[in-house]
């Protein structure tokens, strides 16, 4: 399902936190939004997910409005994992993960057989399974992000959307978590820090800078040593990674001239 967003501004207290942004998520893709702390780029992920209602513009999710969906029929479409989604009630892990199933239950319903498989297959995917009667608040970062991750996945989104998922992993987790947002065959906008897990990761990038989309496009055509300097400030070189060819930034620490 595609994701489109179109000429999104959010102004608050007077400030513009995003500007005009206009961004299309073709159906299966993995598009990042990559860019300085501040840029908007978790702005624009709350407007997807119904957490922040736009000034202007709009957010289509497979060609309809999302503020003209019911909230049980967008939280079917969307699932989002949040810098500040964490659970803060001691669930079990497998209580936090059936949370996801809530879009799709009525009332206080209890989960069938295939709710139930489908949040043991989640817990399995994300390594978690052996984890499912710990209580959530007895694990560490890294494992609370995979719970959330599962938690989404249970949801059966058609779009997905991930604020700095890889906070807290490792890096074998970080690059297991992206392997299988890439093989998930879910649309997916994903907000990145790193710039080379971003460059490995997503078909497309976006870059924001002062809540403007400076520029979007393969990460080949995007990450060149001028923007890196322009939007971020620092010197890098990109050269191509030896194993896939993905573009890679070598930064330099020395000042620039």
């Known amino acids: 399902m595609e994701l489109g967003l179109e000429g999104l501004s959010v102004v608050t207290d007077g400030r513009s936190l995003v500007r005009d942004l206009s961004l299309t998520v073709g159906t299966g893709q993995v598009v990042g939004l990559v860019g300085p702390n501040g840029s908007g780029k978790s702005t624009a992920l709350r407007c997807v997910y119904r957490a922040l209602r736009p000034s202007t513009g709009t957010v289509r999710v497979g060609g309809e409005d999302l503020s003209r969906l019911t909230a049980r029929r967008s939280a079917r479409l969307v699932a989002a994992m949040v810098q500040d989604g964490a659970v803060d ?3 079990t892990v497998e209580e936090a993960v059936a949370l996801g199933r809530a879009p799709h239950l009525r009332g206080n319903r209890a989960l069938g057989r295939r709710e139930r498989d489908l949040c043991a297959r989640a817990m399995d995917r994300l390594g978690i399974r052996h984890l499912a009667r710990r209580g959530v608040l007895t694990l560490s970062g890294g494992e609370r992000q995979r719970v959330l991750l599962a938690r989404a996945l249970v949801q059966e989104p058609a779009i997905l959307v991930l604020d700095e998922p890889t906070n807290h992993l490792d ?3 970080q690059v297991e978590l ?3 947002l890439r093989d998930s065959g879910l649309t997916v906008l994903i907000v990145l820090h790193d710039l080379n897990l971003a460059a490995a990761a ?6 924001l ?5 400076v520029t979007a496009g393969t990460p080949e055509a995007v990450l060149t040593t001028d923007l890196v300097h322009e939007v971020f400030g620092v010197r890098a070189a990109v050269v191509s990674h030896p194993l896939t060819g993905d573009p890679q930034l070598l930064y330099s620490l020395a000042p620039s001239p």
């Open 209 to 213: 800078h002062d809540g403007r989309l």
């Open 171 to 173: 890096v074998h987790h």
């Open 89 to 91: 009630v001691d669930f």
């Open 202 to 207: 997503c078909d497309r990038l976006g870059v």
């Open 178 to 180: 992206l392997s299988l």
